[in-house]
């Protein structure tokens, strides 16, 4: 069985400082792991995913997150946080063994303040 | 290149109605999927269709069709809708079924119950 937690359910910083979003997995089977943002009336788009290889997932937008299985986590960062970084984001874990089941967390909403 | 497009984008029905959410992809993706999301659960699976004549059942299909009409076509029905099935609907396709292919997710549909 798989489940992401996301902690925080929403987080605000301010337009320059760090952005870390949360998130903690637990999964039975050696996890996929990825990230998801999603602008107002949109639809979920792929920041960055984790496959096993590096531990450390550069994404888009100045994204990364680094893969801990000690700690079950794949935490979200951003050094330098833009006002277009204002959006939701969703974590999710899927099987390395097949199926085609994706677990999503339940999201962050992101405030960027000026 | 229109990626994954949805109709309608907005509907509301009166509890008991039918009605037919529209998917298509226009990427020559094998696997498409209907997801939907609600405040505070992230985003649960419905059906998916790992490729052009399969389907099958998600996390959450009671209430719910779906038909795999050809490769770039997946609609979902609703023969009586319900209340509870006031949420917004995703539609997303991926090249292949396997784990670490990206989802890549239409702009939705926000469905209204009364």
């Known amino acids: 069985a798989q489940s992401v937690t996301q902690l925080g359910s929403h987080v605000s910083v301010s337009e320059g400082a760090l952005v870390l979003l949360r998130c903690n997995y637990s999964s039975s089977v050696p996890p996929y792991l990825f990230w998801y943002v999603q602008y107002p009336n949109q639809g979920l788009q792929l920041l960055l995913k984790y496959t096993s290889a590096a531990t450390l997932v550069k994404g888009i937008n100045g994204f990364e997150a680094e893969f801990k299985k000690s700690e079950t986590s794949f935490h979200l960062t951003k050094p330098s946080a833009h006002m277009s970084d204002a959006a939701e984001y969703f974590c999710?874990?899927?099987?390395?063994?097949?199926?085609?089941?994706?677990?999503f967390g339940a999201g962050t909403r992101l405030f960027v303040k000026a | 290149n229109a990626g994954v497009t949805q109709t309608p984008k907005f509907q509301v029905l009166k509890t008991g109605q039918s009605m037919t959410l529209q998917c298509a992809q226009d990427m020559n993706h094998n696997s498409m999927y209907w997801y939907r999301q609600d405040p505070g659960m992230g985003l649960r699976l419905i059906y998916y269709s790992a490729s052009e004549g399969t389907t099958d059942k998600g996390e959450v299909p009671n209430g719910y069709n779906v038909s795999r009409l050809n490769k770039r076509e997946f609609s979902l029905r609703l023969e009586s809708a319900a209340p509870s099935q006031t949420s917004v609907y995703f539609c997303?396709?991926?090249?292949?079924?396997?784990?670490?292919?990206?989802?890549?997710f239409g702009p939705g549909t926000r469905l209204t119950v009364l």
């Open positions: 997303a396709s991926s090249e292949t079924p396997i784990s670490t292919d990206t989802q890549y």
């Open positions: 999710a874990v899927r099987a390395n063994t097949g199926g085609f089941k994706t677990i």
